[in-house]
């Protein structure tokens, strides 16, 4: 007998979907370090050692990047990981 999914659960194949909330996140973050280092995408995807075509898309967010992409990227920018995938926190607008 399979278990059955709780209501409002997405499928795995709607949750493995870019851009998603990690996805931006970590693209916001990557642009952020990639202007305060002076990198360009090219510059960034030379250090990681990935092609300049992923790093692209990582970099809009189009990217569903997996674990052990995070820690190669982290680790060639001396970043913790969960600190590049951490909720963009958003600025409340004053009216």
């Given at each position: 007998m399979s278990a059955k999914r709780a209501p409002d659960t997405p499928q795995a194949a709607d949750a493995d979907r870019a851009p998603?909330?990690?996805?931006?996140a970590l693209s916001h973050?990557?642009?952020?370090?990639?202007e305060?280092?002076?990198?360009?995408?090219?510059?960034?995807?030379?250090?990681?050692?990935?092609?300049?075509?992923?790093?692209?898309r990582v970099l809009r967010g189009d990217a569903n990047v997996g674990l052990g992409m995070l820690l190669v990227i982290a680790r060639?920018?001396?970043e913790?990981?969960?600190?590049?995938?951490?909720?963009?926190e958003r600025r409340?607008?004053?009216?």
């Open positions: 998603n909330e990690l996805t931006l973050r990557l642009n952020a370090i990639r305060e280092r002076e990198l360009s995408a090219r510059g960034l995807a030379a250090l990681t050692g990935l092609s300049q075509a992923y790093m692209r060639a920018l001396g913790d990981p969960l600190k590049l995938i951490a909720p963009i409340s607008r004053k009216k």
